[in-house]
Protein backbone atom coordinates (compact mmCIF):
# COMPACT_ATOMS: atom_id res chain seq x y z
CA UNK A 1 0.00 0.00 0.00
CA UNK A 2 1.00 3.59 -0.68
CA UNK A 3 -1.34 5.86 -0.04
CA UNK A 4 -1.43 10.02 0.86
CA UNK A 5 -2.99 10.37 4.36
CA UNK A 6 -5.18 12.48 2.74
CA UNK A 7 -6.56 9.50 0.81
CA UNK A 8 -6.84 7.46 3.73
CA UNK A 9 -8.79 10.50 5.36
CA UNK A 10 -10.91 10.14 2.51
CA UNK A 11 -11.63 6.47 2.92
CA UNK A 12 -12.53 7.27 6.22
CA UNK A 13 -15.14 9.50 5.78
CA UNK A 14 -13.65 12.10 8.00
CA UNK A 15 -13.90 15.87 7.37
CA UNK A 16 -10.67 16.78 8.87
CA UNK A 17 -8.45 19.27 7.10
CA UNK A 18 -5.66 17.48 6.23
CA UNK A 19 -2.95 19.12 5.02
CA UNK A 20 0.30 17.10 5.50
CA UNK A 21 2.33 15.80 2.44
CA UNK A 22 2.50 12.31 4.05
CA UNK A 23 2.86 9.18 2.82
CA UNK A 24 1.51 5.80 4.10
CA UNK A 25 3.32 3.00 3.06
CA UNK A 26 1.30 0.12 5.83
CA UNK A 27 -0.56 0.39 8.66
CA UNK A 28 0.69 -1.56 12.14
CA UNK A 29 -1.17 -1.85 15.19
CA UNK A 30 1.64 -3.22 17.01
CA UNK A 31 4.63 -1.02 17.75
CA UNK A 32 7.00 -3.73 18.59
CA UNK A 33 7.10 -4.72 14.28
CA UNK A 34 6.16 -1.76 13.32
CA UNK A 35 7.99 -0.55 10.32
CA UNK A 36 8.79 3.07 9.13
CA UNK A 37 6.17 4.68 7.09
CA UNK A 38 3.09 2.91 9.03
CA UNK A 39 -0.16 4.29 10.06
CA UNK A 40 -0.23 3.21 14.04
CA UNK A 41 -3.74 1.79 15.04
CA UNK A 42 -4.43 1.89 18.42
CA UNK A 43 -7.34 0.05 19.94
CA UNK A 44 -8.76 0.24 23.13
CA UNK A 45 -8.93 -3.77 24.48
CA UNK A 46 -9.51 -5.17 27.93
CA UNK A 47 -6.15 -5.62 29.05
CA UNK A 48 -4.38 -2.72 27.34
CA UNK A 49 -5.01 0.79 25.61
CA UNK A 50 -2.70 1.49 22.33
CA UNK A 51 -3.42 5.15 22.42
CA UNK A 52 -1.14 4.68 25.37
CA UNK A 53 1.83 3.67 22.65
CA UNK A 54 1.21 6.03 20.00
CA UNK A 55 4.37 8.40 20.68
CA UNK A 56 6.49 5.21 20.72
CA UNK A 57 5.06 4.19 17.28
CA UNK A 58 6.12 7.58 16.04
CA UNK A 59 9.53 7.26 17.90
CA UNK A 60 9.72 3.73 15.94
CA UNK A 61 8.85 5.26 12.69
CA UNK A 62 5.09 5.96 12.23
CA UNK A 63 4.28 8.39 10.06
CA UNK A 64 0.50 8.94 10.92
CA UNK A 65 -1.60 7.33 13.72
CA UNK A 66 -5.47 7.06 14.22
CA UNK A 67 -7.45 8.52 17.78
CA UNK A 68 -10.79 7.00 18.77
CA UNK A 69 -12.77 10.69 19.56
CA UNK A 70 -14.15 8.80 23.32
CA UNK A 71 -10.55 8.76 24.16
CA UNK A 72 -9.09 12.13 25.92
CA UNK A 73 -5.40 13.66 25.96
CA UNK A 74 -4.37 13.03 22.29
CA UNK A 75 -0.60 14.20 21.39
CA UNK A 76 -0.40 17.56 19.81
CA UNK A 77 1.71 18.23 17.18
CA UNK A 78 1.62 15.00 15.50
CA UNK A 79 -0.51 13.55 12.42
CA UNK A 80 -4.04 12.15 13.40
CA UNK A 81 -7.01 11.23 12.00
CA UNK A 82 -10.03 10.93 14.70
CA UNK A 83 -12.36 8.00 14.54
CA UNK A 84 -15.04 6.25 16.63
CA UNK A 85 -13.85 2.82 16.28
CA UNK A 86 -10.49 1.85 15.70
CA UNK A 87 -11.16 -1.66 14.45
CA UNK A 88 -14.20 -0.24 12.44
CA UNK A 89 -11.78 1.70 11.12
CA UNK A 90 -9.29 -0.42 10.37
CA UNK A 91 -12.01 -2.47 8.45
CA UNK A 92 -12.99 0.54 6.39
CA UNK A 93 -9.65 1.32 4.89
CA UNK A 94 -9.52 -2.60 3.84
CA UNK A 95 -12.67 -2.37 1.94
CA UNK A 96 -11.75 1.10 0.25
CA UNK A 97 -7.89 -0.36 -0.73
CA UNK A 98 -10.12 -4.07 -1.75
CA UNK A 99 -12.06 -2.09 -4.23
CA UNK A 100 -8.94 -0.04 -5.49
CA UNK A 101 -6.82 -3.38 -5.82
CA UNK A 102 -6.65 -5.49 -8.95
CA UNK A 103 -5.20 -8.64 -7.57
CA UNK A 104 -6.98 -12.30 -8.16
CA UNK A 105 -8.23 -12.52 -4.36
CA UNK A 106 -8.41 -16.07 -3.16
CA UNK A 107 -10.23 -17.03 0.20
CA UNK A 108 -9.31 -20.21 2.19
CA UNK A 109 -10.94 -21.87 4.90
CA UNK A 110 -11.46 -25.09 6.42
CA UNK A 111 -11.16 -27.25 9.77
CA UNK A 112 -7.46 -28.01 8.83
CA UNK A 113 -5.29 -27.62 5.87
CA UNK A 114 -5.50 -23.90 5.67
CA UNK A 115 -2.48 -22.77 5.74
CA UNK A 116 -0.96 -25.53 4.15
CA UNK A 117 -3.13 -25.08 1.17
CA UNK A 118 -2.59 -21.36 1.21
CA UNK A 119 1.41 -22.51 1.10
CA UNK A 120 1.03 -24.31 -1.98
CA UNK A 121 -1.56 -22.47 -3.95
CA UNK A 122 1.33 -19.81 -3.45
CA UNK A 123 4.29 -22.11 -3.79
CA UNK A 124 2.79 -23.07 -7.12
CA UNK A 125 1.86 -19.56 -8.43
CA UNK A 126 4.78 -17.62 -7.25
CA UNK A 127 7.03 -18.82 -10.04
CA UNK A 128 5.07 -17.27 -12.49
CA UNK A 129 3.17 -14.65 -10.61
CA UNK A 130 3.75 -11.75 -8.01
CA UNK A 131 2.16 -13.70 -5.30
CA UNK A 132 1.74 -12.73 -1.65
CA UNK A 133 -0.30 -14.31 1.38
CA UNK A 134 -1.45 -14.31 4.63
CA UNK A 135 1.54 -14.28 7.24
CA UNK A 136 1.15 -15.67 10.37
CA UNK A 137 -2.21 -16.20 11.93
CA UNK A 138 -3.82 -12.77 10.73
CA UNK A 139 -7.30 -14.70 9.79
CA UNK A 140 -9.57 -12.83 11.61
CA UNK A 141 -11.55 -9.23 11.50
CA UNK A 142 -8.11 -7.93 12.18
CA UNK A 143 -5.94 -9.80 11.13
CA UNK A 144 -7.68 -10.05 7.45
CA UNK A 145 -7.70 -6.36 6.74
CA UNK A 146 -4.33 -6.07 8.09
CA UNK A 147 -3.43 -8.39 5.29
CA UNK A 148 -5.11 -6.44 2.77
CA UNK A 149 -3.62 -3.53 3.31
CA UNK A 150 -0.08 -5.18 3.45
CA UNK A 151 -0.23 -5.75 -0.28
CA UNK A 152 1.88 -4.07 -2.47
CA UNK A 153 0.25 -1.87 -5.42
CA UNK A 154 1.26 -4.58 -8.12
CA UNK A 155 0.69 -7.75 -6.21
CA UNK A 156 -1.52 -10.05 -8.58
CA UNK A 157 -2.62 -12.83 -6.62
CA UNK A 158 -3.43 -12.39 -2.88
CA UNK A 159 -4.38 -15.79 -0.95
CA UNK A 160 -6.26 -15.15 2.21
CA UNK A 161 -6.91 -17.45 5.15
CA UNK A 162 -10.02 -16.70 6.84
CA UNK A 163 -10.86 -18.45 10.53
CA UNK A 164 -13.71 -18.34 12.46
CA UNK A 165 -15.40 -19.63 15.71
CA UNK A 166 -18.51 -18.60 15.12
CA UNK A 167 -21.61 -17.82 12.88
CA UNK A 168 -21.28 -15.10 10.35
CA UNK A 169 -17.56 -14.25 10.77
CA UNK A 170 -16.28 -16.35 7.22
CA UNK A 171 -19.38 -14.24 5.94
CA UNK A 172 -17.85 -10.93 7.07
CA UNK A 173 -14.16 -12.01 6.01
CA UNK A 174 -15.30 -13.10 2.24
CA UNK A 175 -17.29 -10.02 1.89
CA UNK A 176 -14.44 -8.00 2.58
CA UNK A 177 -11.92 -10.08 0.67
CA UNK A 178 -14.36 -10.76 -2.53
CA UNK A 179 -12.60 -13.96 -3.69
CA UNK A 180 -12.39 -14.92 -7.49
CA UNK A 181 -11.44 -18.10 -5.75
CA UNK A 182 -12.81 -19.44 -3.12
CA UNK A 183 -12.21 -23.15 -0.98
CA UNK A 184 -13.08 -25.22 1.66
CA UNK A 185 -10.33 -27.61 2.51
CA UNK A 186 -12.33 -29.86 4.45
CA UNK A 187 -14.90 -30.00 7.55
CA UNK A 188 -13.62 -31.00 10.55
CA UNK A 189 -14.42 -31.25 14.22
CA UNK A 190 -12.61 -27.94 15.72
CA UNK A 191 -14.78 -25.07 17.47
CA UNK A 192 -17.11 -27.85 17.71
CA UNK A 193 -17.75 -25.83 21.52
CA UNK A 194 -18.97 -22.86 19.24
CA UNK A 195 -21.04 -24.58 16.36
CA UNK A 196 -22.51 -27.47 17.73
CA UNK A 197 -21.96 -30.28 15.15
CA UNK A 198 -19.86 -30.99 12.28
CA UNK A 199 -23.16 -29.99 10.62
CA UNK A 200 -23.04 -26.29 11.86
CA UNK A 201 -18.94 -26.73 11.24
CA UNK A 202 -20.28 -26.96 7.36
CA UNK A 203 -22.54 -24.05 7.51
CA UNK A 204 -20.35 -21.73 8.98
CA UNK A 205 -17.36 -22.73 6.58
CA UNK A 206 -19.49 -22.49 3.59
CA UNK A 207 -20.45 -19.22 4.43
CA UNK A 208 -17.33 -18.03 2.15
CA UNK A 209 -19.33 -18.32 -1.29
CA UNK A 210 -21.17 -15.57 0.10
CA UNK A 211 -18.46 -12.93 -1.29
CA UNK A 212 -17.71 -14.51 -3.90
CA UNK A 213 -17.30 -12.83 -7.04
CA UNK A 214 -20.08 -13.57 -9.71
CA UNK A 215 -17.50 -15.23 -12.48
CA UNK A 216 -16.00 -16.75 -9.48
CA UNK A 217 -15.44 -20.49 -8.80
CA UNK A 218 -15.38 -22.48 -5.61
CA UNK A 219 -13.63 -25.64 -4.92
CA UNK A 220 -14.22 -27.91 -2.41
CA UNK A 221 -13.66 -31.24 -0.49
CA UNK A 222 -15.64 -33.23 -2.81
CA UNK A 223 -15.48 -36.63 0.17
CA UNK A 224 -17.19 -34.66 2.77
CA UNK A 225 -20.77 -35.95 2.43
CA UNK A 226 -21.84 -32.43 4.58
CA UNK A 227 -21.05 -30.03 1.87
CA UNK A 228 -22.61 -31.75 -1.35
CA UNK A 229 -26.23 -30.50 0.41
CA UNK A 230 -24.78 -27.11 0.65
CA UNK A 231 -23.19 -26.98 -2.29
CA UNK A 232 -26.54 -28.25 -4.74
CA UNK A 233 -28.42 -25.93 -2.97
CA UNK A 234 -26.46 -22.90 -3.93
CA UNK A 235 -28.39 -21.65 -7.34
CA UNK A 236 -25.37 -20.98 -9.58
CA UNK A 237 -22.92 -21.57 -7.67
CA UNK A 238 -19.91 -22.90 -10.32
CA UNK A 239 -18.33 -25.29 -8.13
CA UNK A 240 -15.56 -28.59 -8.50
CA UNK A 241 -15.17 -30.48 -5.94
CA UNK A 242 -11.57 -32.45 -5.79
CA UNK A 243 -10.31 -35.32 -3.09
CA UNK A 244 -9.64 -38.91 -2.76
CA UNK A 245 -12.82 -39.88 -4.21
CA UNK A 246 -13.37 -41.40 -7.68
CA UNK A 247 -16.85 -39.23 -8.54
CA UNK A 248 -14.44 -35.81 -7.44
CA UNK A 249 -13.72 -33.64 -10.46
CA UNK A 250 -9.99 -34.21 -9.70
CA UNK A 251 -8.54 -37.12 -7.51
CA UNK A 252 -5.31 -38.38 -6.48
CA UNK A 253 -4.63 -41.71 -6.44
CA UNK A 254 -1.07 -44.36 -6.30
CA UNK A 255 0.14 -41.71 -3.36
CA UNK A 256 3.11 -42.77 -2.21
CA UNK A 257 5.52 -41.33 0.19
CA UNK A 258 9.23 -41.52 0.45
CA UNK A 259 11.94 -39.49 2.17
CA UNK A 260 11.76 -36.60 -0.10
CA UNK A 261 8.17 -36.02 -0.16
CA UNK A 262 5.20 -37.50 -2.34
CA UNK A 263 4.54 -38.93 -5.28
CA UNK A 264 0.60 -39.13 -7.04
CA UNK A 265 -1.43 -39.36 -9.79
CA UNK A 266 -4.20 -36.98 -10.46
CA UNK A 267 -7.11 -37.60 -12.96
CA UNK A 268 -10.03 -35.46 -13.91
CA UNK A 269 -9.83 -31.80 -15.04
CA UNK A 270 -5.81 -32.64 -15.31
CA UNK A 271 -4.07 -35.88 -15.78
CA UNK A 272 -0.50 -37.19 -15.26
CA UNK A 273 1.84 -37.86 -12.35
CA UNK A 274 3.21 -35.58 -9.86
CA UNK A 275 5.62 -34.96 -6.83
CA UNK A 276 5.41 -32.35 -4.05
CA UNK A 277 8.37 -32.42 -1.07
CA UNK A 278 5.83 -32.56 1.68
CA UNK A 279 4.63 -35.75 3.56
CA UNK A 280 0.57 -37.08 4.04
CA UNK A 281 -2.38 -37.92 1.85
CA UNK A 282 -4.06 -35.07 3.50
CA UNK A 283 -1.20 -32.82 1.92
CA UNK A 284 -1.65 -34.67 -1.21
CA UNK A 285 -4.90 -33.82 -0.77
CA UNK A 286 -4.33 -30.00 -0.41
CA UNK A 287 -2.23 -30.16 -3.40
CA UNK A 288 -5.08 -30.59 -5.39
CA UNK A 289 -6.45 -27.00 -4.62
CA UNK A 290 -3.16 -25.53 -6.18
CA UNK A 291 -3.44 -27.62 -9.18
CA UNK A 292 -7.21 -26.79 -10.14
CA UNK A 293 -6.57 -22.71 -9.73
CA UNK A 294 -2.88 -22.79 -11.57
CA UNK A 295 -4.49 -24.95 -14.23
CA UNK A 296 -7.62 -22.58 -13.72
CA UNK A 297 -5.47 -19.17 -14.48
CA UNK A 298 -4.36 -20.27 -17.53
CA UNK A 299 -0.83 -21.96 -16.28
CA UNK A 300 0.00 -25.57 -17.92
CA UNK A 301 0.81 -28.84 -16.67
CA UNK A 302 4.45 -29.04 -16.80
CA UNK A 303 4.18 -25.92 -15.08
CA UNK A 304 2.37 -26.66 -12.50
CA UNK A 305 4.19 -29.84 -12.21
CA UNK A 306 7.45 -27.83 -11.77
CA UNK A 307 6.25 -25.22 -9.52
CA UNK A 308 5.13 -28.07 -7.11
CA UNK A 309 8.54 -29.79 -6.85
CA UNK A 310 9.55 -26.74 -5.09
CA UNK A 311 6.76 -25.42 -3.10
CA UNK A 312 7.09 -25.43 0.71
CA UNK A 313 5.13 -25.08 3.75
CA UNK A 314 5.20 -23.17 6.84
CA UNK A 315 7.40 -24.94 9.84
CA UNK A 316 5.60 -27.54 11.74
CA UNK A 317 3.16 -29.10 9.19
CA UNK A 318 4.83 -32.80 8.28
CA UNK A 319 7.64 -31.02 8.64
CA UNK A 320 10.88 -33.52 8.08
CA UNK A 321 13.35 -32.88 10.85
CA UNK A 322 16.42 -34.44 11.55
CA UNK A 323 17.54 -35.31 15.26
CA UNK A 324 20.37 -36.50 17.69
CA UNK A 325 20.37 -39.75 17.13
CA UNK A 326 20.03 -39.93 13.68
CA UNK A 327 16.31 -40.22 14.67
CA UNK A 328 14.28 -38.02 11.75
CA UNK A 329 10.90 -36.08 13.35
CA UNK A 330 7.76 -35.71 11.35
CA UNK A 331 7.23 -32.07 13.08
CA UNK A 332 3.52 -31.74 12.70
CA UNK A 333 2.89 -29.77 15.86
CA UNK A 334 1.10 -26.67 14.75
CA UNK A 335 -2.29 -27.49 15.90
CA UNK A 336 -4.74 -30.60 16.27
CA UNK A 337 -8.27 -32.10 16.16
CA UNK A 338 -9.22 -35.44 15.19
CA UNK A 339 -9.45 -35.12 11.42
CA UNK A 340 -5.92 -34.18 11.11
CA UNK A 341 -4.93 -36.45 13.70
CA UNK A 342 -5.75 -39.40 12.06
CA UNK A 343 -4.25 -37.97 8.90
CA UNK A 344 -1.37 -38.24 10.20
CA UNK A 345 -1.36 -41.26 12.13
CA UNK A 346 -2.78 -42.91 8.54
CA UNK A 347 0.73 -41.48 6.92
CA UNK A 348 2.66 -43.40 9.86
CA UNK A 349 1.04 -46.05 9.50
CA UNK A 350 1.91 -46.90 5.78
CA UNK A 351 5.44 -44.91 5.50
CA UNK A 352 8.17 -46.96 4.42
CA UNK A 353 10.73 -44.80 5.47
CA UNK A 354 12.14 -46.18 8.24
CA UNK A 355 11.16 -49.12 10.40
CA UNK A 356 10.97 -48.15 13.82
CA UNK A 357 7.50 -46.22 14.27
CA UNK A 358 6.73 -43.76 16.94
CA UNK A 359 3.85 -41.32 17.41
CA UNK A 360 3.79 -38.84 20.44
CA UNK A 361 0.32 -36.98 20.36
CA UNK A 362 -0.85 -34.22 22.82
CA UNK A 363 -4.36 -33.16 23.70
CA UNK A 364 -6.83 -32.16 21.13
CA UNK A 365 -8.40 -28.54 22.60
CA UNK A 366 -11.63 -27.05 22.10
CA UNK A 367 -13.75 -29.90 20.99
CA UNK A 368 -16.58 -29.09 23.35
CA UNK A 369 -18.79 -31.57 24.96
CA UNK A 370 -17.31 -34.26 22.97
CA UNK A 371 -13.87 -34.04 23.57
CA UNK A 372 -13.55 -37.35 25.46
CA UNK A 373 -15.62 -39.20 22.46
CA UNK A 374 -12.99 -37.67 19.71
CA UNK A 375 -10.09 -38.66 22.07
CA UNK A 376 -11.05 -42.27 22.40
CA UNK A 377 -11.79 -42.85 18.59
CA UNK A 378 -8.62 -42.35 18.18
CA UNK A 379 -8.00 -45.61 19.32
CA UNK A 380 -10.08 -46.68 16.03
CA UNK A 381 -7.74 -45.68 13.84
CA UNK A 382 -4.39 -46.70 15.89
CA UNK A 383 -2.98 -50.31 14.42
CA UNK A 384 -0.74 -51.44 17.04
CA UNK A 385 0.96 -54.01 14.61
CA UNK A 386 2.17 -50.59 12.46
CA UNK A 387 2.95 -48.27 15.17
CA UNK A 388 5.74 -49.77 17.75
CA UNK A 389 5.50 -46.79 20.33
CA UNK A 390 2.71 -44.86 21.23
CA UNK A 391 3.20 -41.46 23.93
CA UNK A 392 0.79 -39.29 24.95
CA UNK A 393 0.55 -36.09 26.68
CA UNK A 394 -1.91 -34.27 28.17
CA UNK A 395 -4.38 -34.84 31.16
CA UNK A 396 -7.06 -35.52 28.08
CA UNK A 397 -5.12 -38.33 26.00
CA UNK A 398 -5.30 -40.28 29.33
CA UNK A 399 -9.34 -41.24 27.24
CA UNK A 400 -7.07 -42.69 24.58
CA UNK A 401 -4.50 -44.09 26.73
CA UNK A 402 -7.29 -46.00 28.68
CA UNK A 403 -8.75 -47.37 25.43
CA UNK A 404 -4.83 -48.80 24.25
CA UNK A 405 -4.42 -50.67 27.42
CA UNK A 406 -6.36 -53.30 26.23
CA UNK A 407 -4.49 -53.60 22.74
CA UNK A 408 -0.66 -51.78 22.92
CA UNK A 409 1.71 -53.86 24.97
CA UNK A 410 2.73 -51.34 28.49
CA UNK A 411 6.14 -51.56 27.02
CA UNK A 412 4.93 -49.90 24.19
CA UNK A 413 2.74 -47.64 25.88
CA UNK A 414 3.75 -44.32 27.59
CA UNK A 415 1.12 -41.63 29.39
CA UNK A 416 2.01 -38.34 31.11
CA UNK A 417 0.12 -36.11 32.08
CA UNK A 418 1.63 -32.56 32.45
CA UNK A 419 5.69 -32.86 31.32
CA UNK A 420 7.77 -34.23 28.42
CA UNK A 421 10.14 -35.25 30.52
CA UNK A 422 9.48 -39.17 30.53
CA UNK A 423 9.24 -39.23 26.96
CA UNK A 424 12.04 -37.54 25.61
CA UNK A 425 13.61 -39.72 28.31
CA UNK A 426 12.11 -42.96 26.70
CA UNK A 427 13.04 -41.74 22.80
CA UNK A 428 16.68 -41.21 24.25
CA UNK A 429 17.34 -44.65 25.39
CA UNK A 430 15.30 -46.83 22.79
CA UNK A 431 14.76 -44.42 19.43
CA UNK A 432 18.00 -44.41 16.93
CA UNK A 433 18.88 -43.70 13.41
CA UNK A 434 16.28 -46.52 12.33
CA UNK A 435 13.19 -44.78 14.00
CA UNK A 436 10.61 -42.22 12.90
CA UNK A 437 8.86 -40.39 15.39
CA UNK A 438 5.55 -37.94 14.65
CA UNK A 439 4.59 -35.03 16.71
CA UNK A 440 0.89 -34.40 16.69
CA UNK A 441 -1.06 -31.94 18.64
CA UNK A 442 -3.29 -28.96 19.66
CA UNK A 443 -1.07 -25.58 19.81
CA UNK A 444 -1.38 -25.20 23.67
CA UNK A 445 0.97 -28.45 24.13
CA UNK A 446 4.06 -27.20 22.58
CA UNK A 447 4.80 -30.46 21.34
CA UNK A 448 7.83 -28.89 19.19
CA UNK A 449 9.39 -29.13 22.72
CA UNK A 450 10.16 -32.99 22.35
CA UNK A 451 12.15 -31.51 19.07
CA UNK A 452 13.77 -29.37 20.51
CA UNK A 453 15.57 -31.58 22.73
CA UNK A 454 16.86 -33.68 19.88
CA UNK A 455 18.16 -30.37 17.98
CA UNK A 456 20.20 -28.66 19.79
Known amino acids: MKKTLQQIAKWLNSDQDIHEDIVVTGVSINTRTLRKGDLFIPFHG ?6 QYVAQAFKNGAVASLWQKDEPNPPKDVPLIFVDDSEV ?8 YRAEHQATFIGVTGSNGKTSTKDLVAGTLSPYFKVQKTEGNHNNQLGLPLTILSLDEDTEFAILEMGMDGFGQIEFLTKMAKPKYAVITNIGEAHMLALGSREGIAKAKFEIVQGLQPDGKFFYDGDEPLLKPLVAGEVGLDATSFGLGSTDDLMATEIEATENGSTFTVKGIVNGDFFIPVLGRHQVKNTLVAILIA ?3 GLSDEQIRESLKMVSLTNMRMQLVNGDQGILFVNDAYNAA ?8 QFMQTTNMRQDKWVVLGDMLELGELEKQFHEDLADTIDPTNIDQICLYGPRMKWLYDQL ?4 PAKNLLWVDDNYDAIIEKIQLNANENSIILLKGSRGMELERVLQAFTH
Not at 46 to 51: A, F, V, Y
Open 338 to 345: PTSVRAAL
Open 46 to 51: EKTNGH
Open 405 to 408: QVKV
Open 295 to 297: HEV
Open 89 to 96: ALQQMANA
